[in-house]
């Protein structure tokens, strides 16, 4: 890029600039600015939080293969590699008993490798630093102005409290879903929402797992699921009223809603630990349509967000981020636009999908928030809330029975 090129009249000479400025240090930032800076690109990422809270921010741990392979593919894999660990069945259990899928013996033969998006998190970001990519934390993206033509500007504000403006070629929107560049969107972008209505508390337990499996309960007090995260540590979900505050329920109610939920006495004991972490997700999802605005891209949370139900969000993010890595540099090093022009529709694809499947994950777990009819006009003998729990009890049984059905939930569980 020319100098000329890089400036606009407004441009102060002292403004910092950057051919791709990054907002956001999650998966899908710190990966494009890997792959950015390895192609020979300048790009900056532009933090709102310090390292400290990246290195502790735990949410995500199962990482599909093609998450591992891409990884792999830029020699990013060596943490978890070194430190994942392998995960290839799930378990199921109801009022009706329990059964388990081995999925790694179905459809395609993938697994999950568990390891901590903070872990991960921390890999990309020393490999980053240490090939002298750079970070500016504990700076918050405000807007980002001009996104329709060449040269966008993103409003920040430092750790110091002032303001700075960056100039860049293109800005890469990788701040989430609450971030500066879903609030930069041109009025009148579409973004698909739906919210199911259903909320989780999510636990961090230093305890080891108590099953060698993801434990998903259904339950007529709501569902509880199990996750593990490391040898010490395991992710719990115990399904909540909408607006439970995540220190509501004390560390007793917690395990006796586990052990009652997971049916602990019928299936073996859960290992009760201190409760480290409590989290309370609203189960909502949405779709940003299309995912190129001019020359801001989002990826990750930022294009899309998904429930935790089926593990999809990271690994969303690292494939998203992989693509527009490609895409970028095929434009700003070649002069070739064309994977950039077809880099959203590429994404929604794999965006749908995923939400599919995540959907029909959220409908198999819960029972439907009770519908807003007065009881009175409710059919006499069932209603709507039995017709749910029929079709739940249909499709936990097909998922039990049917090899078709067990091949199409482990191709669309690991894969992406
Ligand atoms: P991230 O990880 O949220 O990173 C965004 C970064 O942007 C920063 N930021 C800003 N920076 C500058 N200016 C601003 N205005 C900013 N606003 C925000 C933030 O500080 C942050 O550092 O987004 P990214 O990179 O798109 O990655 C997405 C994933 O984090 C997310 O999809 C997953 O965590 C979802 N998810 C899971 N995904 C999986 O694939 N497998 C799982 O097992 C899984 N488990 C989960 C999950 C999400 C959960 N929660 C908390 C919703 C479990 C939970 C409980």
């Known amino acids: 890029m020319t100098d000329r090129q890089n400036h606009s009249e407004t441009d102060r000479p002292t403004d910092p600039a ?7 240090a999650g998966p899908a930032g710190l990966l494009l600015g890997n792959l950015l800076h390895r192609a020979g690109i300048d790009s900056v990422v532009l933090e709102r939080a310090d390292r400290d809270h990246l290195h502790a921010r735990a949410r995500a741990g199962f990482l599909a293969e093609n998450t591992v392979r891409i990884l792999d593919r830029h020699g990013l894999a060596d943490g978890l590699r070194r430190h994942g660990r392998p995960h290839a069945a799930c378990e199921f259990r109801t009022g009706d008993g329990r059964f388990r899928l081995d999925y790694a013996r179905l459809a395609r033969g993938e697994r999950h ?15 980053y630093l240490d090939a002298g990519g750079r970070v500016h934390f504990g700076t918050e993206a405000l807007r980002v102005l001009d996104t329709d033509g060449e040269r966008p ?7 110091d409290g002032r303001q700075v403006r960056w100039r860049a070629r293109y800005v890469a929107g990788c701040d989430g879903r609450h971030g500066a560049a879903r609030r930069s ?13 259903l909320s989780w508390l999510g636990l961090l337990v230093e305890a080891p797992p108590s099953l060698d499996a993801v434990g998903y309960a259904v339950h007529e007090l709501g569902f509880a699921g199990h996750m593990a995260r490391t040898e010490r540590i395991t992710r719990y979900y115990l399904q909540c009223e909408r607006g439970t505050p995540p220190d509501a329920w004390d560390e007793d109610r917690i395990w006796h809603e586990l052990n009652v939920r997971m049916r602990a006495a019928e299936h073996g004991p859960l290992r009760r630990g201190s409760v480290v972490q409590r989290t309370v997700v609203d189960l909502e999802c949405d779709v940003v349509e299309p995912l190129r605005h001019g020359s801001l891209l989002l990826a990750g949370d930022a ?6 139900s089926a593990a999809k969000g990271a690994n969303l993010a690292v ?14 090093a070649r002069g070739d636009g064309r994977a950039l022009a077809g880099y959203s529709e590429r994404c929604l694809e794999h965006i749908w999908r995923a939400q599919e499947f995540s959907h029909w994950m959220v409908r198999l777990l819960h029972a439907a928030p009770a519908p807003p009819v007065p009881p009175a006009a409710r059919a006499p003998h069932g209603g709507p809330s039995g017709y749910d729990a029929g079709l739940r009890r249909a499709r936990l049984e097909a998922l039990r029975t049917s090899r078709a059905q067990q091949d199409w939930f482990a191709e669309n569980y690991v894969g992406l």
């Open 185 to 197: 969107l041109p009025a009148g972008t579409a973004v698909h929402h739906h919210d199911h209505g």
């Open 113 to 127: 490798t568990v390891y901590p998006q903070q872990h991960l998190v921390a890999d990309l970001l020393t490999a």
């Open 18 to 24: 950057a051919q791709v400025v990054i907002l956001g």
């Open 153 to 159: 500007t993103v409003e920040a504000r430092g750790p």
């Open 319 to 332: 494939l998203e981020a992989e693509l527009l890595a490609g895409a970028l540099v095929d434009d700003l």
């Open 303 to 308: 294009a899309s967000m998904l429930t935790p």
